[in-house]
């Protein structure tokens, strides 16, 4: 075909997703006017790493061994070409120069997970944060034996797949990632006690807006919504991370109270609660998000700590994240 168009090359690495194993996948779009066939190839990576693209320009990129030295980023060049649509010439250039302007390419760059960020208070309590003496019991989440006394979530919920294959240990740091699959993770620190406090070191990298980081406490009945449910910290539909909900579910129609606090929950900071008879008042580094005192509101037995990475909606195609350092458990006699 004389003067054929030259193909189009398009690439938006926002919707590429970082699978729970490691590998990116994401799409390299080429487009050609005269409808011909286009054929797609890939070039090494400049980092190290392999990827495999298939017909329909959707690749998997799999990191080398250098990967979190050189940054958790690399590059590839990705080109479409109408060459094995038989004989074409693009242009005049193509009657001198066969070939020309077969093909269209582009540098496409992958990014990996954000490196775990170590946190400066996971040593201990920090100060201010309103930490309540000695606890009964904490956890720092060094590695898979800290998880021997909790409860890890297992199969499809309304939240997600959960599954420990979502959970990892790296400097200190337990990282819950949701895939764009749904595949997410959820924890329990049973048994749980009638009043006393929590706390908890949390961060939540940007991610997509409805993959939902939440720490709240949960009746050791399972007998939801009447046992209730005090979310302390909860994150929903801000993909930025840039405020934390507390909400108070209770009674047997669900109702609920609650509060927002602008913050900024890519970084470290300590979420807690405190539950007396008289009252329940959720922090974050101290500092008050939601209170009441109003008994009908709270729960009427024991409750127990959990941490989840919840799917609240459709927007989950960019994956998620939630780490967290450590946690402590109080009694009711630690805080009066």
Request: proline share 7%; glycine share 12%.
């Amino acid at each position: 075909m004389f003067f054929n168009s030259t193909p189009t090359i398009y690439y938006n690495p926002s919707n590429n997703v970082l699978n729970s194993d490691g590998t990116i996948t994401g799409r390299i779009v080429g487009n050609d006017l005269d409808g011909d066939t286009l054929t797609y190839t890939v070039s090494n990576p400049l980092n190290g790493g392999t990827v495999a693209i298939n017909p329909d320009g959707y690749f998997t990129y799999t990191p080398g061994a250098d990967f979190v030295q050189d940054g958790r980023t690399d590059l590839f060049t990705a080109t479409v070409s109408d060459a094995a649509s038989g004989f074409h010439i693009h242009g005049l250039l193509g009657l001198l120069m066969p070939g020309w302007g077969a093909s269209a390419s582009v540098t496409a760059r992958v990014n990996g997970a954000p490196p775990v960020v170590s946190d400066p208070g996971s040593a201990g309590p920090q100060p201010g944060v309103g930490t309540w003496g000695q606890p009964t019991r904490s956890a720092y989440f060094t590695d898979w034996s800290v998880l021997a006394d909790w409860w890890v979530y297992a199969g499809k919920t309304q939240h997600g797949n959960r599954t420990a294959s979502a959970i990892s240990f790296a400097d200190g740091v337990m990282t819950i990632t949701g895939d764009a699959n749904g595949n997410d993770a959820g924890i329990a620190w049973g048994p749980g006690q009638m009043y006393g406090a929590w706390e908890v070191r949390m961060r939540a990298p940007v991610g997509a807006a409805n993959y939902d980081p939440v720490l709240l406490l949960w009746p050791d009945a399972e007998n939801w919504p009447t046992g209730g449910e005090i979310d302390f910290a909860e994150i929903w539909g801000d993909s930025s991370r840039q405020a934390v909900n507390s909400v108070l579910h209770y009674s047997s129609t669900n109702q609920q109270a609650g509060a927002t606090i602008a913050v900024d929950a890519t970084q470290w900071h300590t979420y807690s609660v405190t539950w007396t008879p008289t009252a329940i008042t959720t922090y974050v580094d101290g500092v008050p998000i939601f209170s009441t005192t109003d008994t009908s509101m709270f729960p009427p037995g024991p409750m127990h700590l959990c941490i989840q990475l919840d799917v609240l909606g459709p927007d989950i195609a960019a994956g998620a994240q939630m780490q967290v350092a450590w946690v402590k458990e109080y009694s009711l006699d630690a805080i009066s």
